[in-house]
């Protein structure tokens, strides 16, 4: 899933310390919310049928697909000014495949269940492979974290 060659990218403004601590917590967030979004969705989607259980579980897929959205926008090679990427906190980041996550059918899809209500909505498939998106996010963290450990030892303390 993880590619070890170097993407090119564009060049990306400079930040201090207490900026690259906040960016560093604003990425480890989305990862522990993914996490636990995830467990809560995979401990659910067996519960019951009745409306709220329904409802839970909705709830629970949403969370879980709205943090794997960011944390893939956090893995690419570019972004807006203002978008924590991981390329802020340690460069040059390895290429990170995800090519579950980052198929355009996939992220399409993202996008419009997690937007505004939109007409084709009801037609894209409810089934989402958790286990795939675990699995990718999951190496990418890691490898991330260990890219951390190396080039940017005064930042590892902020993720858990």
């Given at each position: ?5 170097e993407r ?17 917590k604003?990425?480890?967030y989305?990862?522990e ?13 067996t519960s019951?049928?009745t409306?709220?259980?329904v409802?839970l ?9 709205i943090?794997?959205?960011?944390l893939?926008?956090?893995f690419s090679?570019?972004?807006r ?10 460069a040059p980041?390895p ?8 198929r ?7 996008d419009?269940?997690l ?12 089934q ?13 963290w ?9 080039d ?9």
């Amino acid at each position: 899933m993880v590619g070890r060659s170097e993407r090119k990218h564009h060049p990306r403004p400079t930040h201090g310390q207490a900026a690259l601590r906040t960016a560093a917590k604003c990425a480890s967030y989305e990862f522990e919310m993914f996490m636990a979004a995830s467990n809560l969705w995979l401990r659910l989607r067996t519960s019951s049928n009745t409306p709220d259980g329904v409802a839970l579980r909705n709830i629970a897929l949403e969370a879980t697909l709205i943090h794997a959205r960011n944390l893939r926008d956090f893995f690419s090679p570019n972004g807006r000014r203002n978008d924590v990427l991981a390329r802020d906190l340690v460069a040059p980041l390895p290429r990170i495949a995800m090519p579950y996550l980052r198929r355009a059918s996939t992220g399409r899809r993202i996008d419009r269940l997690l937007a505004h209500p939109s007409y084709d909505r009801s037609r894209l498939s409810k089934q989402w492979p958790i286990g795939i998106l675990r699995t990718e996010l999951g190496q990418a963290w890691e490898l991330f974290l260990d890219r951390v450990a190396r080039d940017a030892p005064n930042l590892r303390s902020v993720f858990r």
